[in-house]
């Protein structure tokens, strides 16, 4: 079992930055690949980026070059820096933690962009 407790949603305006965190607890943190994503009012839940085991990472084009994942192993936290936000961000983020078939989500946390 993963438990996943994410933090650092808010409001924030256009072009703003915020930083999303992602506290695991339960299991062996640094086996598990985690993702972020979001889902926004009426569309589909996506995914926004991920990052495996070993480092690797890889992002939805929407958000190339703005958010970047990365994780700490000893704090067992995977972190989502999200900088030159725009309104179309706007969504409810959600960290997930997967092995194989496994798989494991935090609770949503909001973010909102807007002015």
């Known amino acids: 079992q993963v438990q996943l407790v994410p933090s650092g949603g808010g409001l924030v305006q256009p072009g703003g930055s915020l930083r999303l965190s992602c506290a695991a607890s339960?299991?062996?943190?640094?086996?598990?690949?985690m993702g972020w994503y979001r889902q926004a009012p009426g569309k589909q839940r996506e995914l926004v980026a991920s990052?495996?085991?070993?480092?690797?990472?890889n992002y939805v084009d929407s958000v190339k070059g703005r958010f970047t994942i990365s994780r700490d192993n000893a704090k067992n936290t995977v972190y989502l820096q999200m900088n030159s936000l725009k309104p179309e961000d706007t969504a409810v983020y959600y960290c997930?933690?997967?092995?194989?078939?496994?798989?494991?989500w935090g609770q949503g946390t909001q973010v909102t962009v807007s002015s």
């Open positions: 997930n933690a997967a092995l194989a078939t496994i798989s494991y």
């Open positions: 339960g299991s062996i943190f640094s086996i598990y690949a």
């Open positions: 990052i495996t085991s070993s480092g690797s990472t």
